[in-house]
C-alpha cells in the first residue's frame, strides 16, 4: 500500500467467553481510501470496526489508527473518528437540526461555528429542506443520512460507517452513494462494511473481504477483478446457438461453461488458458456467424462466491 497508513489490523482476533472466535482478520487502509470492509452477516466485519474504535480490547494481533492503539487511546483516536453505526438510534422527538446541533455542543462546537456547521452537514447530506422534521418521521434512507451527517460533524478525517446502506429503498441508496462520492472528492478516508457488494463495487478502491470471521482476501477493487481465475467470454451470434455449438465449445481447453441466452452465448473460461481465439473460429466455421465478440469483467459478488467456495473446499 503506497498511500499513508491510516488504519492498520493486523492478524486480529478476539474471542468472546462462549468460545466463539473472530479472526484472524487483517487490512490495510490508505489515507483518502474507500475501503469496502465485505461479507456476510455475522462473518465479524462488526467485530473489526469496534476493535478499530476502541471499543473492545483484542484477544490477539495488533490494531492501530494514525499510529496509536485506539484501545489504549480511546480519546486521542477518537478525535479523527466520525462513526455511523449499523442501526442509529434517535429520539424521535427531535428535528435534524436539533440532533446535529447536540452534537456540535458535545463536540464544543458552538455559536456562529455552530450554525455553519449544521449548515454545511444539511447541504451535503441533502436534507436542507428537512432541517425542522421529527426524525420519527423520517424514512429509513434519510435516518442513514442523517446518522453520515452525525459522524462529519467537526470534519473528522476517517469516516467509519457500519452498513450504511441496510434496509435502505433504491432511492436511498442512491442519495447516499452521492454523499459517499461527494465525500471521497474532499479526500476523505472512509472504511464501511456492507454485504451489498455491488455497491462496494461501485464506490471503493481498496476492499477487504471477510468469511466465518476470517480474511479471504484483500487487494484493489480493480486487481481482484482484472486477476479473477475465471472469465466470462459473450458472443453474439447471427445464427441462434443449439446443443451441436455447446457441445463444440465445451470440448476447447479453457472453457468451463457454456449457457445460452436467446442469441448469445456465454462462456465461462480459464483465464490462465484464454481460449478467446479458439471458440471465435469454432464459432464462425461451424458458419453461426458472430455480431458481437467480447469479455465480460466478473463481478465482485461472483469474485467472493468463488473464493468462499475455494476457502471451504481447501
Known amino acids: 500500500m503506497s498511500k499513508n497508513p491510516v488504519v492498520v489490523v493486523d492478524s486480529f482476533t478476539k474471542v468472546y467467553g462462549d468460545g466463539t472466535r473472530i479472526g484472524p482478520i487483517t487490512l490495510h487502509v490508505g489515507e483518502g481510501e474507500v475501503y469496502g470492509l465485505v461479507g456476510p452477516n455475522g462473518s465479524g466485519k462488526t467485530t473489526t470496526l469496534r476493535a478499530i474504535l476502541g471499543l473492545l480490547k483484542p484477544s490477539g494481533g495488533k490494531v492501530s489508527v494514525y499510529g496509536l492503539n485506539p484501545y489504549s487511546h480511546p480519546e486521542k483516536v477518537n478525535q479523527k473518528i466520525g462513526y455511523s453505526p449499523e442501526i442509529p438510534n434517535y429520539p424521535p422527538f427531535f428535528t435534524a437540526e436539533k440532533l446535529l446541533r447536540v452534537t456540535c455542543n458535545m463536540k464544543k462546537i458552538i455559536g456562529k461555528d455552530a450554525d455553519n456547521e449544521v449548515r454545511r452537514i444539511l447541504d451535503l447530506t441533502g436534507l436542507v429542506n428537512h432541517a425542522d422534521r421529527k426524525i420519527g418521521n423520517f424514512s429509513k434512507g434519510m435516518v442513514q443520512r442523517l446518522s453520515i451527517g452525525q459522524a462529519l460533524v467537526g470534519d473528522p478525517p476517517l469516516l467509519i460507517l457500519d452498513e450504511p446502506m441496510l434496509g435502505v429503498d433504491p432511492v436511498g441508496r442512491a442519495h447516499i452513494r452521492d454523499v459517499l462520492l461527494q465525500l471521497r472528492k474532499q479526500g476523505k478516508t472512509i472504511i464501511f462494511s456492507s454485504h451489498e457488494l ?4 461501485r464506490l471503493s478502491d481498496r476492499v477487504a473481504m471477510v468469511y466465518m470471521g ?36 465445451e470440448e476447447i481447453s479453457g472453457v468451463l461453461e457454456v449457457a445460452f441466452e436467446a442469441n448469445k452465448v456465454v462462456i465461462s473460461v480459464d483465464s490462465s488458458l484464454d481460449p478467446r481465439e479458439k471458440i471465435a473460429e469454432k464459432i464462425v466455421n461451424l458458419g453461426y456467424g458472430l455480431r458481437e465478440f467480447r469479455i465480460s469483467q466478473p463481478s465482485l459478488e461472483e469474485v467472493f462466491i468463488n473464493r468462499v467456495k475455494e476457502s471451504v473446499s481447501g
Open 214 to 249: 476470517k480474511t479471504v482476501f484483500e487487494d484493489m477493487v480493480m486487481n481482484i477483478l482484472n486477476n479473477s481465475p475465471e472469465t466470462k467470454v459473450v458472443a453474439e451470434l447471427v445464427s441462434e446457438p443449439d446443443g451441436k455449438l455447446a457441445k463444440a465449445l
Open 198 to 201: 455491488y455497491e462496494v463495487q
